[in-house]
C-alpha cells in the first residue's frame, strides 16, 4: 500500500527527512529539486510506514486505498516519474545541518518579513544555541502568502502555518509586526542592534501588461484580487465590480488558475474556508458565468503546474474547455498536455460556470471609455529560434473579447529596499549564496526571483543561515551597540515580550499575533470555518492589545456595634 504525493505540495522536504528508505525524490541537492513542482513517492520503494504522512505539515501524503476519485490521477503520476529517473541509490539521507556551538545571547539576528522565507530562515538559525531572533513585518499579521496569497480552497496547503507557529514558540523567538523598515524604523537602525539583518521581503507588485487602458476601472492585477479576496490589510475596504458575465485572466500561470477556480465556485462551499466576508458576500452577488484564462504561448508552454491542472480538471461542478491548440502539437508530448488534449474533448454541460485554457493569445488593448468594456488581443503562433528558445509571434489577426473584467498575471515582481542594491532586470537584491555583503543578507523572492514553492524557501534560507554562520564564524559580523545580550532601546526595536512602539508604529509582539489568532479562530468555529480574518487594521491591533485588567473590587466595610466589638474581645 504504497504512500501518494497528492497536489503540487509545500516541498520542505520533512517527508524526505522522515522516509526511512530514502524513496521520496527529488531530494534536496538533487538535480530537479529547487524546480521541482511537486515530490513523488516511489511505489515499489515504498514499505507503507507512513512516517512521511506524519511529518508533512500540508497533508499531502495518503496512502493509495484512501485516495479519492479526483486524487487517483497522482498515483500514476507518483510512479510515472520513477520509470524516468529510477534513483537506484536508496542510502537513507543525513541532511540535518551541522549545529554550531555559540556563546549564550552571542548571536543576535533580524528578519525583515514575517513570510514563509523569513520564518524559514528564523527556524535555521534557531537550530543553533545562542541565537536569538526578532522578526519584522510591515503587517500585524505573520505568514506573507501563506496567509494572504493561497487560495481559501486549498485549506490544506494553509496547513503548513502548523509548521509556522512550531518556529514561533522556540526560545529566542520574537515578533515585531506593524513594523515598516524604511519608515519606522532605518536599515541602518537594525544594524546598530543586531549583528545581521536578514531581509525577506518577498515580491509585493506585479508585472504591468504595458498596453493601452490598462488602468481603466475594472482592469486590475490579479495579486490585488488575491490579497481582496485572502482578506489583505491592505485592501478591507477594496470593492471588485463582478456584474459582468465574462471575466478575463491574461496569464496562465497557478495563481491565474487560483483566480479562475474562485470566480467560479460555489459560493456555499467558498463560505466553509477562511475568504474574507466581503469578497465572499461580493462572490454570492455574482453574476460572473465564464473565466477565460489567455496564454500567449502553447498548451506546452504553459506556466501551470500539472498538480494546479489535475485539481482544475476535478472540479465536478464547473466545464474546463481549451482553445488554441497549436497545429503539429501531439497530445501525448507530456503528462501535462496529455490532460490537457483530455479536457479539449470533453462535451461541456449546458447551464455550467466554465473556465477556458485559451492559448496563442496575446492582449494589445483593453477597450473602454470609463470603465472596462472589452479586451483586443492577437492571436500567436510559435516559432523556434535556432537555439531552441520557443517564441510567440503575432500572426496579425486579431479579434475583441466582450469582458467587464481584466485581471494582469504575468508574474510577481519586488520594490527596492531601502539601503541595499537592486537589480531592476531582475528585481531582486544581487548577493552571493545570499550574502549582500557581511551583516546584510537576502532569502526567499528577493534574493532568487519570484519561483519555487512554500518549501523552496527552506532549502534558500539553509544556504543564507550558513553564509551567515559562516561570517560570524570568521568575526566578519559587528557587535550591536548594545551589545550585552539584551533589548534595545524601546525606541529603536521595541521591548520583547509587550506590545509597544516602533517610531509612530504600534509593535504587534507573538502575544499580540496570538491573540489575533485565537479571536479568528474562535469567530471561525461558530461559523463552521477555519477561521474569520479580521481585515481591518485598526480592528486588528484592538484585537493584539494586552487586555486592561480588570478593577479591584472592593468589599463593602461593615461597621459592627461597640458592643459585638466588646464580645469579641
Request: hydrophobic content about 40%.
Amino acid at each position: 500500500m504504497p504512500y501518494v504525493v497528492t497536489r503540487s505540495c509545500c516541498a520542505d522536504a520533512s517527508c524526505v527527512l522522515a522516509c526511512p528508505v530514502n524513496c521520496i525524490h527529488p531530494a534536496p541537492g538533487e538535480p530537479g529539486f529547487a524546480a521541482a513542482e511537486m515530490l513523488y513517492v516511489d511505489p515499489r520503494a515504498c514499505v507503507d510506514c507512513g512516517a512521511c504522512a506524519s511529518a508533512c505539515p500540508v497533508d499531502a501524503l495518503k496512502p493509495h486505498t484512501r485516495l479519492t476519485a479526483a486524487e487517483q490521477p497522482f498515483l500514476d503520476l507518483n510512479a510515472a516519474y520513477y520509470e524516468d529517473d529510477p534513483h537506484p541509490a536508496r542510502t537513507p539521507l543525513a541532511l540535518v545541518p551541522r549545529q554550531r556551538q555559540l556563546n549564550a545571547g552571542e548571536l543576535r539576528v533580524a528578519v525583515v518579513g514575517a513570510g514563509p522565507a523569513g520564518l524559514f530562515a528564523a527556524d535555521e538559525l534557531l537550530k543553533h544555541p545562542g541565537v536569538r531572533v526578532t522578526v519584522y513585518d510591515r503587517l500585524p499579521t505573520p505568514y506573507g502568502l501563506a496567509r494572504t496569497g493561497v487560495a481559501p480552497d486549498h485549506q490544506d496547503t494553509k496547513g503548513v502555518t502548523r509548521l509556522f507557529r512550531a518556529i514561533e514558540a522556540q526560545p529566542g523567538f520574537a515578533y515585531r509586526l506593524n513594523v515598516e523598515v524604511g519608515e519606522d524604523l532605518r536599515h541602518e537602525d537594525l544594524l546598530r542592534d543586531h549583528h545581521a539583518v536578514v531581509y525577506a521581503v518577498g515580491a509585493a507588485t506585479d508585472r504591468r501588461l504595458g498596453i493601452d487602458g490598462e488602468d481603466l476601472p475594472g482592469s486590475a492585477a490579479a495579486t490585488d484580487f488575491v490579497a481582496w479576496y485572502n482578506g489583505h490589510p491592505d485592501h478591507g475596504a477594496t470593492t471588485c465590480a463582478l456584474d459582468g458575465e465574462r471575466a478575463v485572466v491574461v496569464g496562465n500561470g497557478n495563481v491565474a488558475l487560483d483566480v479562475a477556480r474562485v470566480l467560479t465556485a460555489d459560493p456555499a462551499s467558498l463560505a466553509r474556508t477562511d475568504i474574507a466576508d466581503g469578497a465572499l458576500d461580493a462572490l454570492r452577488g455574482s453574476r460572473v458565468r465564464e473565466v477565460v484564462v489567455l496564454g500567449r504561448r502553447g498548451p506546452a508552454e504553459a506556466s501551470f503546474t500539472l498538480p494546479e491542472l489535475l485539481a482544475l480538471a476535478a472540479l465536478d461542478s464547473v466545464d474546463v474547455v481549451v482553445e488554441g491548440w497549436p497545429e503539429g502539437l501531439a497530445p501525448d508530448t507530456s503528462p501535462r498536455t496529455a490532460l490537457l488534449a483530455e479536457l479539449a474533448a470533453r462535451t461541456p454541460v449546458p447551464g455550467r460556470r466554465r473556465i477556458v485554457l485559451r492559448f496563442l493569445t496575446t492582449p494589445t488593448r483593453v477597450l473602454g471609455d470609463d470603465r472596462v468594456t472589452g479586451l483586443e488581443v492577437a492571436r500567436t503562433e510559435l516559432r523556434t529560434d535556432d537555439d531552441g528558445t520557443v517564441r510567440a509571434v503575432p500572426t496579425g489577426e486579431t479579434e475583441t473579447i466582450a469582458t467587464s473584467l481584466v485581471l494582469r498575471s504575468v508574474g510577481y515582481r519586488a520594490r527596492p529596499v531601502p539601503g541595499l542594491p537592486f537589480d531592476e532586470g531582475t528585481g531582486t537584491v544581487p548577493h552571493e549564496r545570499g550574502r549582500v555583503e557581511p551583516g546584510v543578507y537576502v532569502a526567499g523572492w528577493i534574493k532568487r526571483g519570484p519561483t519555487g514553492f512554500i518549501g523552496t524557501n527552506k532549502t534558500c534560507a539553509e544556504e543564507t543561515v550558513a553564509a551567515l554562520l559562516d561570517d560570524f564564524d570568521a568575526g566578519r559580523l559587528t557587535a550591536p551597540a548594545d551589545a550585552s545580550g539584551t533589548a534595545a532601546p524601546p525606541g529603536a526595536m521595541g521591548t520583547p515580550g509587550t506590545t509597544g512602539t516602533t517610531g509612530s508604529a504600534e509593535v504587534v509582539d507573538l502575544d499580540g499575533w496570538q491573540a489575533i489568532d485565537r479571536a479568528e479562530r474562535a469567530a471561525g468555529a461558530l461559523q463552521g470555518r477555519p477561521r474569520v480574518k479580521i481585515t481591518d487594521r485598526d480592528t486588528l491591533l484592538a484585537t493584539a492589545r494586552p487586555a486592561a485588567p480588570a478593577p479591584r473590587r472592593r468589599l463593602p466595610l461593615t461597621v459592627l456595634p461597640l458592643t459585638v466589638l466588646r464580645r469579641s474581645r
